[in-house]
């Protein structure tokens, strides 16, 4: 769809096509939808905001902590719920979105029945426990449900719960979970899951191959490991910031194999591009820079332009011999 | 999308073209010069890095631009020129239009910097000569990243002039229509895409900036003009939230038409009973009714950017909504909860009225 949006405005921006044509020829390329395509959308759409809207409408009620409504029928009420969410799940087609909403629903709503659990009994639990249990409970139906969105919010679940397990024992061990500590746990994080996500997406699981959820997985893990290139350029020279210096090589050259020959994706193409020019700057400016120099500043200014400027030609030469 | 519609390529394509008497001649070369939006946003990221060293250098080794009104006017004047002439003689160059971009981006800073130290800040006149000056660089630099950046400062120049003059709460009711202005008719967005896709994508992002303001009450808090009066404090907010409304009605009735579905008939007047429910939720959690109109004009214009900056705000204004102070969060599970109730019913309703020939619905959201 994109792909035909991009030839036909080409066309038209070439004086190809004649102006009373335009949208037909948008509509006979598929660009722009028909009455079936908005019939499908806003079935979908409907359901998806419907689903999400119930499961966050029950995670606000019992986030006001209402207190004229008993805890046995709090308990009762998201209980219900979940089970009501499951039957539903058993009695559609697991295949098709119904299915997979009713799924979503319980997860979403396991995360309120804990936190009932911890507002009711003050367990003395930490935040981060909530979150663990939460992801461990809902593991299960993750794994049915085959649909890419439910991944990632597990996975950010489980970022959440890693977080939150650094803030609390921040204090207690200092060391392990200084910042620079917690950017490599979420870097080791975020990229197995990549490497794992796009195993899976290539050895046939079709439903993991959605760009999109990738390329918010990729862009984390590049921005993760950006931020780890440049704590090792601010910082000074030690044994963690050469980890960090191969670990980013690695990662750049890794992605640039993959996504140029493998799975050749731009928007990853263009985010190490991106990365590039940062690190670069970077390095010029702790280099060049000092109070009294400006004409340090138009130097990178000028490094910095250039280098965009070729990572734009090139990628522009990429996109070109993938439309040819 | 039909199968057969994506298994297509160039070629192919072409042809159905000429078979539908559409098109005309040979297939045509692939255009090289054409950037896809991975590229932009990659260089419009690094414009911006090197509009900040550039700055730096300004303020480094020209310190008397910084000291006085004037020298900052005329040399943020004479950096817009520059841009100006790089773009037009240069524009398939990929190294002078960056290097444009950059200038033209640190000359704008100190032109707006210029300004400021002209005059008092907060006054209207200030902030008209902010949007003619973005306005101009909009209609006179025909560089896409450049036209999205200049139309989203003239944008938020707009908002700031509006709250100026004391009109609170209808910038985004004007951006809103503007977007939609836009994006529903192919004559803009497709036949003159050059000047008007990038004048769309920055007012979505201004738009996006707004109502994420709109939602925490920025907007009141921090603006707040001597020119306010009551009557605007009251109603200037249902007047931006009845525009949106408005906006939204006349882009569902547009939409509806490009499906020569006449609003009167079954079908259209389903569509105009969800956007008014919208618009009533829309008053209890802001920003919705907009996110949705994104999502929409997303879909009608097979715009997969649209549609995914349209999801993710859906997503950050019911998120955020949980910190809006207004309500409480009883008032607001409860809308939420008739509103997911609504669209669930609505779906079964469409599923009995309007049901598809063969159910084939995708594996995924």
Redesign the interface.
């Known amino acids: 769809?994109?792909q035909?949006?991009?030839?036909?405005?080409?066309?038209?921006?070439?004086g190809?096509?004649?102006?009373e044509?335009?949208?037909?020829?948008?509509r006979?390329?598929?660009?722009?939808?028909?009455?079936?395509?908005?019939?499908?959308?806003?079935?979908?759409?409907?359901?998806?905001?419907?689903?999400?809207?119930?499961?966050?409408?029950?995670i606000?009620?019992f986030?006001?902590n209402?207190t004229e409504m008993g805890r046995f029928a709090k308990f009762g009420l998201v209980e219900i719920l979940i089970v009501g969410g499951l039957a539903m799940y058993c009695r559609l087609d697991a295949?098709?979105?119904a299915g997979?909403a009713t799924l979503l629903l319980a997860t979403l709503l396991v995360g309120a029945l804990l936190a009932l659990v911890g507002q009711t009994y003050q367990t003395g639990a930490d935040t981060y426990e909530l979150f663990g249990v939460w992801a461990s409970a809902v593991l299960v139906w993750v794994l049915i449900a085959?649909?890419?969105?439910l991944w990632l919010l597990w996975l950010a679940l489980v970022n959440l719960a890693v977080y939150l397990y650094s803030q609390t024992f921040g204090g207690l061990w200092g060391m392990l979970f200084r910042t620079e500590e917690q950017i490599w746990t979420f870097f080791i994080l975020n990229t197995g899951a990549l490497v794992i996500w796009e195993a899976a997406a290539r050895s046939g699981a079709t439903?993991l191959n959605?760009r999109?959820s990738l390329r918010i997985l990729g862009t984390v893990s590049g921005a993760l490991v950006t931020m780890l290139m440049l704590w090792a350029l601010f910082d000074a020279p030690n044994d963690r910031s050469t980890y960090a210096t191969a670990a980013y090589v690695g990662w750049m050259l890794m992605a640039y194999l993959y996504y140029r020959h493998v799975v050749p994706d731009?928007?990853m193409?263009?985010?190490g591009?991106?990365s590039g020019?940062?690190v670069i700057?970077s390095f010029l400016a702790i280099h060049i820079l000092d109070r009294?120099?400006?004409?340090g500043?138009?130097l990178?200014?000028?490094v910095?332009?250039?280098?965009?400027?070729?990572?734009?030609?090139w990628?522009?030469?990429v996109?070109?011999g993938e439309?040819? | 999308m039909s199968s057969h519609q994506q298994s297509m390529d160039r070629a192919q394509l072409w042809k159905q073209l000429q078979l539908h008497g559409l098109a005309e001649g040979d297939l045509p070369p692939v255009h090289a010069g054409t950037s896809s939006w991975h590229i932009r946003l990659m260089q419009s990221i690094a414009g911006w890095i090197g509009a900040m060293f550039l700055l730096g250098f300004v303020g480094m080794g020209l310190a008397f631009v910084i000291d006085s009104a004037v020298a900052a006017l005329v040399v943020g004047a004479i950096g817009c020129l520059a841009a100006y002439a790089i773009f037009r003689v240069a524009r398939d160059n990929d190294f002078a239009t960056q290097f444009g971009l950059a200038i033209s981006l640190a000359a704008q800073a100190v032109f707006v910097f210029g300004l400021f130290k002209q005059f008092e800040f907060g006054t209207s006149a200030l902030y008209v000569l902010v949007l003619v000056f973005e306005v101009t660089l909009v209609l006179l630099v025909s560089n896409f990243i450049h036209r999205v950046l200049t139309t989203v400062i003239a944008s938020l120049a707009l908002w700031y002039l509006l709250n100026s003059l004391g009109l609170y709460g209808i910038a985004s009711g004007l951006l809103t229509g503007g977007l939609a202005w836009v994006w529903l008719d192919e004559r803009r967005w497709a036949g003159n895409g050059a000047l008007w896709r990038p004048i769309g994508y920055g007012t979505l992002l201004a738009l996006l900036q707004l109502e994420n303001m709109r939602l925490f009450g920025w907007g009141m808090r921090l603006w707040s003009s001597t020119k306010a009066n009551d009557w605007w404090m009251h109603y200037g907010w249902w007047i931006g939230t009845a525009l949106t409304t408005a906006v939204l009605l006349w882009s569902a009735i547009r939409m509806l038409a490009q499906q020569d579905i006449a609003a009167n008939s079954k079908a259209g007047l389903a569509a105009v009973g969800a956007v008014l429910l919208l618009s009533v939720l829309s008053l209890k959690a802001p920003g919705i009714a907009t996110a949705v109109l994104m999502l929409l004009l997303g879909f009608t214009t097979g715009n997969r950017i649209l549609m995914g900056v349209g999801l993710m705000a859906l997503l950050a204004f019911v998120s955020r909504y949980y910190y809006y102070m207004q309500t409480t969060l009883l008032v607001k599970s409860a809308v939420l909860a008739v509103s997911g109730g609504l669209l669930l019913s609505a779906r079964l309703v469409l599923h009995r009225v309007f049901p598809m020939a063969t159910e084939t619905e995708a594996s995924h959201a």
């Open positions: 769809m994109h035909h949006r991009t030839e036909i405005l080409d066309w038209i921006a070439q190809r096509l004649r102006p044509n335009w949208a037909t020829a948008l006979l390329a598929g660009t722009t939808p028909d009455t079936r395509d908005w019939r499908k959308f806003l079935d979908q759409l409907m359901l998806w905001l419907g689903t999400t809207f119930c499961a966050v409408a029950v606000f009620f986030a006001y209402w295949e098709r979105p997979k085959r649909l890419g969105a439903w959605e999109w731009l928007f193409l263009a985010g591009v991106l020019v940062i700057t009294r120099s400006a004409g500043f138009l990178i200014g000028l910095v332009i250039g280098l965009s400027a070729a990572g734009g030609v990628l522009k030469s996109a070109s439309r040819a």
